[in-house]
């Protein structure tokens, strides 16, 4: 296991936004980053459904559910369909489910808590907005890096220690 985030920190201070240190580090790779997708989407997961389907190599998912801990909007099986697409991780404004099941993935999950409730199948939420949580502005194509540590966010990508 390899601390990344504080050699980042190191060596790009001014390049990087930090997270607030309110998330859980929930998948089985305890390191992961690439460019980030987004979806802003409140205790309805249709639009992470449509997103694990597609290609995700290089790729993170950063979902903004508002910050909601009634409803799950990751579980096992779209986890496991984001593995199979090869999404290097999610990081969720939001609760997560399943997180038994979600350790043993190969993949990387922060979110802010675990809740066993669904969410709604409503078919609402938007894809590639700017998100504002944690302290930070995310963008559709900015770079998250991960870790134990955190998370941090550039706008470009950096060169890894």
């Known amino acids: 296991m390899k601390d990344l985030l504080p050699d980042l920190c190191d060596l790009y201070p001014e390049k990087l936004q930090i ?51 009634r409803r799950a909007l990751l579980g096992d099986m779209l986890a496991e369909k984001a593995v199979d697409n090869g999404w290097e991780g999610f990081v969720i404004n939001g609760a997560i489910r399943d997180i038994a099941a979600q350790s043993q993935l190969n993949i990387g999950i922060h979110a802010l808590c675990a809740h066993p409730m669904p ?21 559709q194509g900015d770079y998250i890096y991960c870790d134990l540590n955190g998370i941090v966010v550039s706008k470009q990508p950096l060169a890894l220690p």
């Open 19 to 69: 997270a607030e240190p309110i998330f859980t580090s929930y998948g089985k790779r305890s390191h992961f980053y690439g460019e980030v997708v987004t979806v802003s989407c409140f205790e309805d997961n249709s639009r992470v459904r449509e997103l694990v389907a597609e290609n995700g190599k290089g790729k993170v998912m950063v979902i903004d559910g508002g910050g909601s801990k």
């Open 119 to 139: 969410t709604e199948k409503r078919g609402l939420g938007d894809l590639g907005k700017t998100l504002r949580f944690a302290g930070m502005t995310i963008a």
